[in-house]
């Protein structure tokens, strides 16, 4: 698996500094909040208005990349990164960062939308493998983002947003040397594709239980750095141990958890824990220690919860993998779209406890959606042949 051609490394490294971008701003909220007399629900709309222009870009990133090819598509997405993250280093208004991260959110769904896909049909092993490299890249970029975000943002909460904009300049430059022309698939798709696809009531049921668990998974990451009222780089330390436990478990632990237990009882499962998980974080939000430990523990459900769902959509329906991703990704980037917001006003006009109450009640839903849907996704535990590589290269998959 770790043999790989150089095209590859370049797709993977790239994906690191895009998800670097999920978590790098979790460290500034608060800086930037001090230093722009912000509130905390105005400074999440950074993950707000970042998630929902994503979210709705996924509808047209598979009409955008079966038309102009993946390489185009990637490097199309690297460029809109690039200057969203440095336009919104250079902002003076919280509502000015908040647009350029809008921006960023498009250039982020046209990369990531077609990064598994070209790491697919490039790498050498089976499908499997190739998404376990893909999840690697992912654990490693959302890791590594708090840590650069805290270290950065001590000089400057301007620091995290250049830093991505150069490290992506490199991703690009290396990603146009040694990435070959990929071909445009054989069929374009439409805006309608993704609408059609959720006719598919397993997929249905694993983009509704994405849209809930999303939910408790950002208001965990946007709205925690509030409570915990700590500095940059301790916020930065803290979401770097939750991200090295997200990454340990994507890619080592949940294999072997699907592999003996089955893909849907152990999502079940594991929505349960990061449920009940929120609710100590509900209880004990003015407990400074309690509230960081949950964060980083967190890192370990949530890592098993986005390889086994990625894997499970891929085989949820019959269907291209590029339209299967886009519907789920446009649910899935919904409640990642409101948590934040939804949890910064309901923090400060009513209780700074009932964000992490009303995100594990949305993760508990989603474990029952989950369950009541479960009959419908009964083979995505059926082993698959090698030849599925072959069929691999439609453009479009996500986290």
Not at 25 to 53: C, E, G, H, R, W
Request: include cysteine; hydrophobic fraction near 55%; charge should be neutral.
């Amino acid at each position: 698996m770790w043999r790989q051609p150089k095209a590859v490394w370049a797709v993977a490294f790239a994906s690191v500094v895009a998800f670097m971008g999920i978590g790098l701003v979790d460290p500034i909220l608060k800086p930037i909040a001090d230093n722009l007399d912000a509130t905390p629900s105005q400074v999440s709309l950074l993950f707000t208005s970042y998630m929902a222009v994503m979210g709705v870009a996924m509808l047209i990133t598979g009409v955008v990349s079966s038309r102009i090819g993946p390489k185009r598509t990637l490097l199309l997405g690297l460029v809109i990164i690039i200057a969203g993250a440095g336009l919104a280093g250079m902002s003076d208004t919280v509502m000015g960062i908040v647009g350029w991260r809008a921006l960023w959110g498009l250039g982020n769904a046209l990369f990531i939308a077609t990064a598994l896909a070209t790491i697919v049909s490039s790498a050498r092993g089976s499908v499997a493998q190739a998404i376990i490299l893909y999840e690697a890249a992912l654990g490693l970029g959302i890791a590594v983002g708090p840590l650069v975000g805290g270290v950065l943002g001590e000089i400057s909460w301007r620091g995290p947003f250049f830093g991505v904009s150069a490290l992506m300049a490199v991703a690009l430059v290396v990603t146009t040397v040694l990435l070959p022309d990929t071909p445009c698939p054989q069929r374009s798709t439409t805006l309608a594709d993704p609408f059609l696809a959720l006719r598919h009531r397993g997929l249905l049921g694993v983009a509704i239980t994405a849209l809930l668990y999303n939910f408790g998974f950002f208001t965990l990451l946007a709205f925690t750095p509030f409570p915990l009222d700590m500095g940059a780089h301790e916020i930065g330390l803290i979401f770097f141990g939750w991200g090295l436990c997200l990454a340990f478990t994507s890619v080592l632990v949940a294999p072997r958890l699907q592999h003996r237990f089955g893909t849907v009882r152990v999502l079940v499962i594991n929505l349960l824990c990061f449920s009940a998980l929120l609710v100590v974080m509900g209880v004990a939000t003015e407990n400074k220690g309690i509230l960081a430990a949950c964060v980083v523990i967190a890192g370990l459900f949530i890592g098993i919860n986005n390889t086994l769902i990625t894997e499970t959509v891929m085989k949820a329906a019959p269907l291209e993998r590029g339209v299967a991703s886009a519907a789920y990704s446009f649910m899935r980037f919904g409640g990642a779209a409101v948590a934040p917001w939804l949890a910064g006003v309901l923090g400060e006009r009513v209780s700074v406890h009932l964000p992490f109450w009303v995100g594990a009640g949305a993760v508990l839903a989603g474990a029952l959606v989950l369950m009541a849907t479960g009959r419908h996704l009964s083979g995505i535990d059926t082993e698959h042949d090698e030849v599925e590589q072959a069929t691999a290269v439609t453009v479009g998959s996500d986290s």
